[in-house]
C-alpha cells in the first residue's frame, strides 16, 4: 500500500515533466489608462515570442457612432516584449517609432463614409480609445488576426476641476472654460474657421493648461447668423472686453487663437482692437477672405473664390490651392489686413504643405509688411509637410476632409506622420507664446 502511495504522489511530478511549458499569455499597458487628450501615452505589449509579428490595432467611434481605426505591423523582440516609444512599426498606417501613430492615424472604418474627421463635440466625456494586439501581420482594411490582448484607453478633454460655462452675454455666444483654483489665468479666444458652430476641445485643452479660454463661434450657432456673410468686428470687440473684464482673467490685455477663417479673424482682432496683445494665425491669410468684415466707418472687402479654379480628381476631391483671389494684385488691396497698426505680438504657424490655399505665401506678405514697417513682433513655425488643419497633438490627421459648405471632399494637404509632428511640435510653442505675452 505504501508503494501505491509513493507512485501515485510520484505521479504528478511525471506528468508535469512531460507536459510541455505553458505559454505566457500576452499582454498589453497603455499608461495612463485615463488622461489629457493632448499628452501621449506609453504603450507596451509582454508575453509574446521573440520575434513574433502582430498587428496593433486603435479602434474609437465619434458620439454619432461613426467607426474609426487604426492598425500598424510590429515584431517582438528578443524578450518577447514591444514598447511603441522605442520600437518601429515596419507596416500599417505608418512606419517608424511613432508613440502615438495609433492614434493620429485613426481615419473611418471602411464600412463607413470616407472623408469625416474624429473631432469631439462634447468635450466633458472622454473619447474612448480600444488598442488591441492581433496574431500576425493585417493589412489595413482587412480581417486582422485572432485577438491576443486588449486596453481600453480614456482621452480627457477637459480636466478635472474645469468649469465649462455657456455664454450668453450681449450679442456674444460661446463657451467659457476656467480653470481649476482661484486665478486670475491668461485669457485666450479661441475661433475655427468656415465650418462655422461651436467647436470646443481645443479651449478645454487650453483651459487644461491653465488659460481661461473662451471658444467663440461667429455663425451657424444659437441666433448667430446662419452662414458666413458680412461680420461686424464689434461682435468679436464685445468678446475681447468680457474676457478681459472678466473676475478670473488676468490683464491688461488678452490673446486671440484661430485656425483659417479663424486666424485671419484674430489678424483683424490684434490690428484694431487694444484689448488684444497676442495672435496665434495658424493656416491663415493675410487679407480679409469670403464675407466681408466692417468696424465703425471700415470696411476690408473679402477676396473670392474663383470655382473656375478648383479642380476635381477622378475619386471626386476638390483640390481648391489656386481659388482664392490673389492677395498681391493692386486690385485687391483693400482687402489687406494693416497688421503694422498692432501693438501686440503675432505667432504664424503654416504647414507647408496647405493645399486649402497659400498659407505659406500669406505668412511671408505678413512678415513682409511688418517688416517695411519696422516691425519685428512677430514669430513663424513653418512645417515641411503638414497639411492645413493643425490641431493639438495627437489629433487624427485628415489628408481630405467634407467641406460642411461646399458639401464635397475637400484636398486640405499634407502627409500624416509629419503632420502630426507639427501638431504636437506645435502645441508647445503655441502655449509658450500665450504665456509670454499674456502673464
Given at each position: 500500500?505504501?508503494?501505491?502511495?509513493?507512485?501515485?504522489?510520484?505521479?504528478?511530478?511525471?506528468?508535469?515533466?512531460?507536459?510541455?511549458?505553458?505559454?505566457?499569455?500576452?499582454?498589453?499597458?497603455?499608461?495612463?489608462?485615463?488622461?489629457?487628450?493632448?499628452?501621449?501615452?506609453?504603450?507596451?505589449?509582454?508575453?509574446?515570442?521573440?520575434?513574433?509579428?502582430?498587428?496593433?490595432?486603435?479602434?474609437?467611434?465619434?458620439?454619432?457612432?461613426?467607426?474609426?481605426?487604426s492598425c500598424a505591423h510590429y515584431r517582438a523582440d528578443s524578450r518577447g516584449e514591444l514598447h511603441l516609444g522605442t520600437d518601429a512599426s515596419h507596416g500599417g498606417d505608418?512606419?517608424?517609432?511613432?508613440?502615438?501613430?495609433?492614434?493620429?492615424?485613426?481615419?473611418?472604418?471602411?464600412?463607413?463614409?470616407?472623408?469625416?474627421?474624429?473631432?469631439?463635440?462634447?468635450?466633458?466625456?472622454?473619447?474612448?480609445?480600444?488598442?488591441?494586439?492581433?496574431?500576425?501581420?493585417?493589412?489595413?482594411?482587412?480581417?486582422?488576426?485572432?485577438?491576443?490582448?486588449?486596453?481600453?484607453?480614456?482621452?480627457?478633454?477637459?480636466?478635472?476641476?474645469?468649469?465649462?460655462?455657456?455664454?450668453?452675454?450681449?450679442?456674444?455666444?460661446?463657451?467659457?472654460?476656467?480653470?481649476?483654483?482661484?486665478?486670475?489665468?491668461?485669457?485666450?479666444?479661441?475661433?475655427?474657421?468656415?465650418?462655422?458652430?461651436?467647436?470646443?476641445?481645443?479651449?478645454?485643452?487650453?483651459?487644461t493648461h491653465g488659460f481661461a479660454a473662451l471658444s467663440l463661434p461667429y455663425f451657424d450657432f444659437e441666433d448667430l447668423p446662419r452662414i458666413l456673410k458680412d461680420l461686424?468686428?464689434?461682435?468679436?470687440?464685445?468678446?475681447?472686453?468680457?474676457?478681459?473684464?472678466?473676475?478670473?482673467?488676468?490683464?491688461?490685455?488678452?490673446?486671440?487663437?484661430?485656425?483659417?477663417?479663424?486666424?485671419?479673424?484674430?489678424?483683424?482682432?490684434?490690428?484694431?482692437?487694444?484689448?488684444?496683445?497676442?495672435?496665434?494665425?495658424?493656416?491663415?491669410?493675410?487679407?480679409?477672405?469670403?464675407?466681408?468684415?466692417?468696424?465703425?466707418?471700415?470696411?476690408?472687402?473679402?477676396?473670392?473664390?474663383?470655382?473656375?479654379?478648383?479642380?476635381?480628381?477622378?475619386?471626386?476631391?476638390?483640390?481648391?490651392?489656386?481659388?482664392?483671389?490673389?492677395?498681391?494684385?493692386?486690385?485687391?488691396?483693400?482687402?489687406?489686413?494693416?497688421?503694422?497698426?498692432?501693438?501686440?505680438?503675432?505667432?504664424?504657424?503654416?504647414?507647408?504643405?496647405?493645399?486649402?490655399?497659400?498659407?505659406?505665401?500669406?505668412?511671408?506678405?505678413?512678415?513682409?509688411?511688418?517688416?517695411?514697417?519696422?516691425?519685428?513682433?512677430?514669430?513663424?513655425?513653418?512645417?515641411?509637410?503638414?497639411?492645413?488643419?493643425?490641431?493639438?497633438?495627437?489629433?487624427?490627421?485628415?489628408?481630405?476632409?467634407?467641406?460642411?459648405?461646399?458639401?464635397?471632399?475637400?484636398?486640405?494637404?499634407?502627409?500624416?506622420?509629419?503632420?502630426?509632428?507639427?501638431?504636437?511640435?506645435?502645441?508647445?510653442?503655441?502655449?509658450?507664446?500665450?504665456?509670454?505675452?499674456?502673464?
Open positions: 500500500a505504501a508503494m501505491w502511495r509513493a507512485l501515485a504522489a510520484a505521479a504528478p511530478a511525471r506528468a508535469l515533466l512531460r507536459t510541455p511549458p505553458a505559454r505566457r499569455a500576452a499582454s498589453l499597458a497603455v499608461s495612463p489608462a485615463a488622461g489629457p487628450a493632448d499628452e501621449r501615452v506609453e504603450t507596451r505589449v509582454a508575453g509574446l515570442s521573440p520575434g513574433q509579428p502582430v498587428t496593433l490595432r486603435a479602434v474609437a467611434a465619434d458620439e454619432r457612432g461613426c467607426l474609426f481605426q505608418y512606419i517608424g517609432v511613432e508613440p502615438m501613430g495609433l492614434f493620429w492615424s485613426l481615419a473611418p472604418a471602411g464600412m463607413e463614409r470616407p472623408y469625416q474627421r474624429l473631432v469631439p463635440r462634447n468635450t466633458s466625456a472622454p473619447m474612448k480609445v480600444e488598442v488591441l494586439v492581433h496574431q500576425g501581420h493585417s493589412l489595413p482594411g482587412s480581417m486582422p488576426g485572432p485577438v491576443m490582448a486588449k486596453a481600453e484607453v480614456q482621452r480627457l478633454f477637459t480636466a478635472p476641476g474645469v468649469r465649462r460655462i455657456r455664454l450668453k452675454e450681449g450679442v456674444v455666444r460661446g463657451s467659457l472654460f476656467l480653470p481649476p483654483g482661484d486665478g486670475p489665468f491668461p485669457g485666450v479666444i479661441d475661433m475655427y474657421g468656415d465650418e462655422g458652430g461651436l467647436i470646443e476641445f481645443r479651449s478645454s485643452l487650453l483651459a461686424k468686428l464689434e461682435y468679436f470687440e464685445e468678446a475681447a472686453r468680457f474676457l478681459q473684464r472678466h473676475p478670473k482673467v488676468k490683464g491688461p490685455g488678452v490673446g486671440v487663437i484661430g485656425t483659417g477663417k479663424g486666424a485671419e479673424l484674430a489678424l483683424s482682432m490684434i490690428t484694431f482692437l487694444p484689448e488684444v496683445v497676442a495672435a496665434v494665425s495658424i493656416s491663415g491669410c493675410s487679407s480679409n477672405t469670403v464675407a466681408d468684415l466692417h468696424y465703425g466707418e471700415t470696411t476690408l472687402p473679402g477676396l473670392r473664390f474663383d470655382m473656375e479654379k478648383v479642380t476635381v480628381s477622378e475619386s471626386g476631391v476638390f483640390d481648391v490651392f489656386e481659388a482664392l483671389d490673389d492677395p498681391m494684385n493692386p486690385a485687391n488691396s483693400s482687402s489687406v489686413i494693416p497688421i503694422e497698426k498692432a501693438e501686440g505680438h503675432f505667432l504664424l504657424v503654416v504647414g507647408e504643405d496647405d493645399r486649402m490655399w497659400k498659407s505659406s505665401l500669406y505668412a511671408e506678405l505678413a512678415i513682409r509688411r511688418l517688416r517695411q514697417h519696422g516691425k519685428e513682433n512677430f514669430e513663424l513655425l513653418s512645417y515641411p509637410g503638414a497639411g492645413h488643419r493643425i490641431d493639438p497633438p495627437s489629433t487624427p490627421f485628415c489628408q481630405v476632409a467634407m467641406d460642411r459648405v461646399l458639401g464635397v471632399p475637400v484636398l486640405g494637404g499634407g502627409e500624416s506622420k509629419a503632420h502630426a509632428h507639427a501638431q504636437e511640435h506645435s502645441w508647445g510653442k503655441i502655449q509658450e507664446f500665450l504665456h509670454l505675452h499674456l502673464g
